[in-house]
């Protein structure tokens, strides 16, 4: 064993044994969308006397922590996202309105004295909006009665403690008991003012105000002296509050003042079986997609195959341990990401085998000395098909919000953690199984030591695949023609994260008609809803925006039709965050196709660049087309599908203008002297087409494997993004051979024409 071997393998081991240890003692943190509950996206916003900047969100951050607390949830994540941004995730939270009333809530606290309940008997009064500040703002009491009120004398900051009480003993109901600071001297000396008033006169009264609203305005009780006041430093705030409403109050008090007013831009609500059921579904389809891919790489490369297999476990460990090491969340679209990062780590050693495959026959060399020249020559190739993938996952990151950033987090991690199984960990163990002398005396056993069905296939045959290359350039133009018109025809069913809205999902035992479903919505005064229905009970809901009382008439409609159904999914988005996420994928899309084309064109010839990213260009619209044709939405999971398909499409091109590469190098040296044999370009893209057509068919195999698990057994929730990853993988594989390369020869024939003819077009 030689000493680069030695390393490799401690190496591996070492990063094998970290792996397990992670994996056994640190758990991976779910998303939301996997273990149930709510997530709230708040916004600050400006108010007349403060700016929503970065300080004012960090106090409005502490406040809501507060009240989070309060509410008692169990591991609940309140976090800032920018400068006036903040997530709260709230684990096993079903009912969000509450929670977002509690947290939207400025919480304004006033105590102010009653003037009268006569605004007409003064004048000079104007009619306020109950701000409650300035002496004389007229009001409407608790009972809607209009009344005038003083200037504040107490507000939230006086107040210590504040909890919903119930007086079993009076019957007077749910209440809110108040203690204030300092002995609350101030309240004493509000109350004793009152006091000095008769029993019955509305200047006897104290208004309690909750964001510019009273709340409660009781009469100071007649054994209350005048100017003595209710000593004691507490009282209670009283007005037929149920336990619910009490306990929010409570709430609010505690908690404090918002600094700066919030917004909600954002709501997710899911419900933990549709998060059972996505974990189950996505770890039976990996299971059964994982064991297909690796028999399938076994029949190909037998013993080699094995121990590719072996490292794709080995993978699977490194991945789940990166995630839990790094405190990423694995949301829904991660854990695609993740499975699908499996069917893409089977590439590169695909890459290595079918050179080693290559090298052996070509050169007859010893079977270790073939899969040492395999890894070396396959590195590059492996290097830009990655890092075009890299590059993707980075942008999702930077660019997506909510899981499809998650999804982009996941897909990093996972292509890293393949090119470590793929260039690490199956060498380490392929040196070693060549290395046995019962190995060499049986080399067909290994897989490398024959070409392969395909291979032969084509040696025999010899297609001249890129003769007809403007033919193949016209299919692809009429496929971009009936992309675009399904586009044009049909509209992009755009979901509720770009559009805004409200999109409510349920499951009921028996299916629900559609159209009843309309009818029942339209009767409760949502005539506009889209309504969908599965035939296994699930139906879904899409309206514009919705107050909760709006959202409770929806789930009444749809219980009364089902006979009772469950609501497993309920997702509110601000219209200015859909607005944003819309411009944010337009910005996502164009950004990948301007960083995959100047990273091409630094490694490649601007010609190579160019057709590469016109190939991704006809996959992406193509794939927009497909879905606008079958009337798929287009959301925050078929934009992470989208990204994923432009890697995966250059990937593919990238392994064939990789093999130019190489045949042009040897082309310039293979004649006497430097001399340049002068192969015509278009035999050169043929031969490289050819050459790498095996690795392109197992590779799209290894992930068809993958993603047609996904897409029959991942459930409801995984299978547009399994469809549309598909459906992308045909296409890119296609583009590859038949958009990109001829696109390729046509350029490089405008660049550099044939000896005697003049230069056009592009210098």
């Given at each position: 064993?030689?000493?680069?071997?030695?390393?490799?393998?401690?190496?591996?081991?070492?990063?094998?044994?970290?792996?397990?240890?992670?994996?056994?003692?640190?758990?991976?943190?779910?998303?939301?969308?996997?273990r149930g509950g709510t997530q709230i996206v708040l916004e600050t916003r400006d108010s007349p006397t403060a700016e929503a900047d970065s300080e004012a969100t960090d106090r409005t951050l502490e406040v809501l922590r507060h009240r989070i607390d309060a509410l008692g949830v169990s591991e609940p994540t309140i976090a800032r996202s920018g400068d006036n941004r903040i997530i709260v995730e709230l684990p096993g939270v079903q009912d969000p309105s509450e929670a977002a009333d509690v947290l939207g809530r400025t919480a304004q606290l006033t105590f102010h004295p009653v003037l009268s309940a006569d605004p007409g008997t003064d004048p000079g009064t104007e009619t306020g909006t109950g701000t409650g500040t300035d002496p004389g703002t007229v009001d409407s009491d608790e009972s809607g009665h209009p009344v005038r009120l003083g200037p504040s004398?107490?507000?939230?900051?006086?107040?210590?403690?504040?909890?919903?009480?119930?007086?079993?003993?009076?019957?007077?109901?749910?209440?809110?008991?108040?203690?204030?600071?300092?002995?609350?001297?101030?309240?004493?000396?509000?109350?004793?003012?009152?006091?000095?008033?008769?029993?019955?006169?509305?200047?006897?009264?104290?208004?309690?105000?909750?964001?510019?609203?009273?709340?409660?305005?009781?009469?100071?009780?007649?054994?209350?002296?005048?100017?003595?006041?209710?000593?004691?430093?507490?009282?209670?705030?009283?007005?037929?509050?149920?336990?619910?409403?009490?306990?929010?109050?409570?709430?609010?008090?505690?908690?404090?003042?918002?600094?700066?007013?919030?917004?909600?831009?954002?709501?997710?609500?899911?419900?933990?079986?549709?998060?059972?059921?996505?974990?189950?579904?996505?770890?039976?389809?990996?299971?059964?997609?994982?064991?297909?891919?690796?028999?399938?790489?076994?029949?190909?490369?037998?013993?080699?195959?094995?121990?590719?297999?072996?490292?794709?476990?080995?993978?699977?460990?490194?991945?789940?341990?990166?995630?839990?090491?790094?405190?990423?969340?694995?949301?829904?679209?991660?854990?695609?990401?993740?499975?699908?990062?499996?069917?893409?780590?089977?590439?590169?050693?695909?890459?290595?085998?079918?050179?080693?495959?290559?090298?052996?026959?070509?050169?007859?060399?010893?079977?270790?000395?073939?899969?040492?020249?395999?890894?070396?020559?396959?590195?590059?190739?492996?290097?830009?098909?990655?890092?075009?993938?890299?590059?993707?996952?980075?942008?999702?990151?930077?660019?997506?919000?909510?899981?499809?950033?998650?999804?982009?987090?996941?897909?990093?991690?996972?292509?890293?953690?393949?090119?470590?199984?793929?260039?690490?960990?199956?060498?380490?163990?392929?040196?070693?199984?060549?290395?046995?002398?019962?190995?060499?005396?049986?080399?067909?056993?290994?897989?490398?030591?024959?070409?392969?069905?395909?291979?032969?296939?084509?040696?025999?045959?010899?297609?001249?695949?890129?003769?007809?290359?403007?033919?193949?350039?016209?299919?692809?133009?009429?496929?971009?023609?009936?992309?675009?018109?399904?586009?044009?025809?049909?509209?992009?069913?755009?979901?509720?994260?770009?559009?805004?809205?409200?999109?409510?999902?349920?499951?009921?035992?028996?299916?629900?008609?559609?159209?009843?479903?309309?009818?029942?919505?339209?009767?409760?005064?949502?005539?506009?809803?889209?309504?969908?229905?599965?035939?296994?009970?699930?139906?879904?809901?899409?309206?514009?925006?919705?107050?909760?009382?709006?959202?409770?008439?929806?789930?009444?409609?749809?219980?009364?039709?089902?006979?009772?159904?469950?609501?497993?999914?309920?997702?509110?988005?601000?219209?200015?965050?859909?607005?944003?996420?819309?411009?944010?994928?337009?910005?996502?899309?164009?950004?990948?196709?301007?960083?995959?084309?100047?990273?091409?064109?630094?490694?490649?010839?601007?010609?190579?660049?160019?057709?590469?990213?016109?190939?991704?260009?006809?996959?992406?619209?193509?794939?927009?087309?497909?879905?606008?044709?079958?009337?798929?939405?287009?959301?925050?999971?078929?934009?992470?599908?989208?990204?994923?398909?432009?890697?995966?499409?250059?990937?593919?091109?990238?392994?064939?203008?990789?093999?130019?590469?190489?045949?042009?190098?040897?082309?310039?040296?293979?004649?006497?002297?430097?001399?340049?044999?002068?192969?015509?370009?278009?035999?050169?893209?043929?031969?490289?087409?050819?050459?790498?057509?095996?690795?392109?068919?197992?590779?799209?195999?290894?992930?068809?494997?993958?993603?047609?698990?996904?897409?029959?057994?991942?459930?409801?929730?995984?299978?547009?993004?399994?469809?549309?990853?598909?459906?992308?993988?045909?296409?890119?594989?296609?583009?590859?051979?038949?958009?990109?390369?001829?696109?390729?020869?046509?350029?490089?024939?405008?660049?550099?024409?044939?000896?005697?003819?003049?230069?056009?077009?592009?210098?």
């Amino acid at each position: 064993m030689t000493r680069a071997v030695r390393v490799r393998a401690f190496f591996a081991l070492a990063v094998l044994a970290l792996s397990l240890y992670i994996t056994l003692t640190v758990p991976v943190r779910l998303g939301l969308d996997l273990r149930g509950g709510t997530q709230i996206v708040l916004e600050t916003r400006d108010s007349p006397t403060a700016e929503a900047d970065s300080e004012a969100t960090d106090r409005t951050l502490e406040v809501l922590r507060h009240r989070i607390d309060a509410l008692g949830v169990s591991e609940p994540t309140i976090a800032r996202s920018g400068d006036n941004r903040i997530i709260v995730e709230l684990p096993g939270v079903q009912d969000p309105s509450e929670a977002a009333d509690v947290l939207g809530r400025t919480a304004q606290l006033t105590f102010h004295p009653v003037l009268s309940a006569d605004p007409g008997t003064d004048p000079g009064t104007e009619t306020g909006t109950g701000t409650g500040t300035d002496p004389g703002t007229v009001d409407s009491d608790e009972s809607g009665h209009p009344v005038r009120l003083g200037p504040s004398a107490l507000t939230g900051a006086d107040v210590d403690s504040a909890e919903a009480r119930i007086d079993p003993q009076t019957g007077a109901g749910w209440f809110v008991g108040i203690e204030f600071k300092g002995a609350g001297d101030a309240w004493a000396e509000l109350t004793g003012r009152a006091a000095c008033h008769p029993a019955g006169d509305p200047a006897r009264r104290v208004a309690i105000v909750l964001d510019d609203k009273v709340i409660s305005s009781p009469q100071v009780d007649s054994s209350v002296a005048c100017r003595t006041g209710i000593a004691g430093g507490s009282t209670r705030i009283t007005g037929s509050f149920s336990r619910e409403e009490a306990r929010e109050l409570g709430l609010l008090i505690n908690g404090g003042a918002l600094p700066v007013p919030v917004e909600t831009l954002e709501q997710r609500t899911v419900g933990p079986t549709l998060g059972a059921t996505a974990i189950e579904a996505s770890a039976r389809a990996a299971v059964i997609g994982t064991a297909l891919t690796s028999l399938f790489i076994i029949a190909v490369y037998r013993l080699l195959g094995a121990l590719a297999a072996l490292a794709l476990a080995c993978y699977g460990v490194i991945s789940y341990a990166a995630l839990a090491a790094l405190g990423a969340t694995l949301t829904l679209p991660g854990l695609a990401g993740f499975v699908l990062a499996i069917g893409m780590a089977v590439d590169a050693n695909v890459l290595v085998f079918e050179r080693a495959r290559e090298e052996y026959a070509a050169r007859r060399k010893g079977l270790r000395s073939a899969l040492n020249s395999g890894f070396r020559n396959a590195f590059s190739a492996i290097a830009d098909s990655n890092i075009t993938t890299l590059i993707a996952a980075g942008l999702l990151f930077l660019l997506a919000s909510g899981p499809v950033r998650g999804f982009g987090v996941t897909l990093g991690i996972g292509v890293l953690a393949s090119m470590l199984s793929a260039l690490v960990i199956t060498r380490v163990l392929a040196d070693h199984a060549v290395a046995r002398r019962s190995v060499r005396r049986r080399p067909r056993l290994t897989g490398i030591a024959d070409t392969g069905k395909v291979r032969d296939w084509l040696t025999r045959r010899d297609p001249d695949l890129m003769r007809r290359g403007r033919t193949w350039l016209a299919a692809s133009a009429v496929a971009l023609v009936l992309a675009t018109s399904g586009i044009a025809v049909r509209g992009l069913d755009f979901g509720v994260e770009f559009t805004g809205g409200r999109l409510m999902e349920y499951t009921a035992s028996a299916p629900v008609d559609a159209d009843r479903a309309r009818a029942a919505l339209a009767d409760a005064g949502l005539p506009r809803a889209v309504v969908q229905t599965s035939g296994d009970g699930d139906l879904s809901v899409r309206t514009d925006q919705l107050t909760d009382a709006e959202a409770a008439k929806v789930d009444k409609a749809v219980g009364d039709l089902a006979g009772g159904a469950e609501k497993i999914r309920d997702e509110l988005i601000g219209p200015s965050l859909g607005d944003e996420l819309r411009r944010g994928a337009l910005i996502a899309l164009a950004s990948a196709l301007a960083a995959q084309l100047l990273y091409l064109a630094v490694r490649f010839r601007w010609a190579f660049g160019a057709s590469a990213v016109a190939a991704m260009v006809h996959d992406t619209v193509i794939l927009i087309g497909v879905f606008a044709w079958l009337g798929k939405p287009v959301d925050g999971v078929f934009l992470a599908a989208l990204l994923t398909v432009i890697g995966y499409s250059v990937n593919d091109s990238v392994v064939v203008f990789d093999r130019i590469r190489e045949l042009s190098a040897a082309d310039r040296t293979d004649g006497p002297g430097d001399e340049r044999k002068g192969t015509p370009f278009p035999v050169l893209t043929n031969t490289a087409i050819l050459q790498t057509l095996p690795r392109t068919v197992n590779t799209g195999m290894g992930a068809v494997f993958i993603l047609a698990a996904l897409t029959l057994l991942g459930g409801d929730s995984l299978t547009d993004f399994a469809l549309a990853l598909l459906i992308g993988i045909v296409v890119g594989t296609y583009s590859s051979m038949f958009t990109a390369a001829p696109l390729a020869i046509e350029l490089h024939a405008r660049h550099n024409p044939p000896p005697g003819t003049r230069k056009r077009g592009l210098r």
